[in-house]
């Protein structure tokens, strides 16, 4: 193939080899389709530019856990209606108005404890955002809450009160917590737990983790009851 090439431009010594010859001396350099010149590993990132090692930064800091206290719905509630469930010597079947449209059916195991006329239109703690429950086939949409102690051995339970002239479905939160403007829809079980672990009486009063439970018109009572008695 470059016999014309040669005839026209004579070289020192013949130059006849076929193209074969020329493949063989280009092989060395030639790379099947597809496959280019392999790099370094360390120079095979984008842009042929060494990869920057990632600096590691210090895991942030885990957020504080909100207190439970502000997962729960505590109001002023006011028994304005009391009946017995059937077929029970334990439970009440009550009405309370918490401040909304219409009163919430309250089931208490209070029949044991507390005489009606001393229920009946009562100022009362209530708790509103727990899970709905049936007791004795009966829906209670709320709790009231009371105290527990013993005497001789024998269980008491008393009503733990709201003062006197305090609006119904007033927001009660401890000294110093504001009450929030939205609260969850259900305050789960491990948080109410959570809440009743530090919730007792002390110098007659209901405190929660040492604060006073208050409203606007004042502070929450536990009258009769020992200090150190729970609250649930």
């Keep these: 193939m470059t016999k014309p090439f040669e005839a026209n431009n004579p ?3 013949a130059f006849d080899q076929t193209c074969e010859y020329i493949v063989a001396m280009l092989n060395p350099v030639i790379k099947p ?3 280019g010149v392999r790099r370094p590993a360390s120079d095979a990132s984008e842009g042929g530019k060494k990869k920057e090692k990632k600096e590691k930064r210090p895991a942030a800091a885990a957020a504080v856990d909100a207190d439970p206290m502000e997962k729960a719905k505590l109001v002023v509630g006011r028994v304005i209606e009391v009946g017995r469930v059937e077929n029970s010597d334990k439970l009440y079947l009550c009405k309370v108005d918490c401040g909304e449209e219409n009163p919430r059916q309250v089931v208490t195991g209070l029949r044991k404890f507390v005489p009606e006329s001393e229920l009946k239109d009562a100022l009362v703690l209530t708790i509103l955002n727990l899970k709905v429950a049936k007791l004795a086939g009966q829906t209670s949409e709320a709790m009231i809450l009371a105290t527990e102690f013993e005497v ?3 269980t008491k339970v008393k009503l733990v009160r709201a003062p006197e002239g305090a609006e119904v479905g007033a927001p009660v939160t ?9 609260y969850p829809k259900e305050c789960k079980s491990k948080f109410w737990d959570a809440v009743k672990e530090k919730l007792v009486v002390k110098d007659g009063k209901a405190v929660y983790d040492d604060k006073v439970l208050a409203c606007a018109a004042g502070e929450c009572t536990a009258p009769e009851t020992p200090s150190g008695s729970s609250i649930k």
């Design 174 to 182: 401890p000294t110093g917590m504001t009450a929030s403007e939205t």
């Design 33 to 35: 389709r597809g496959e």
């Design 152 to 154: 001789d051995g024998e």
């Design 11 to 13: 070289m020192p010594e």
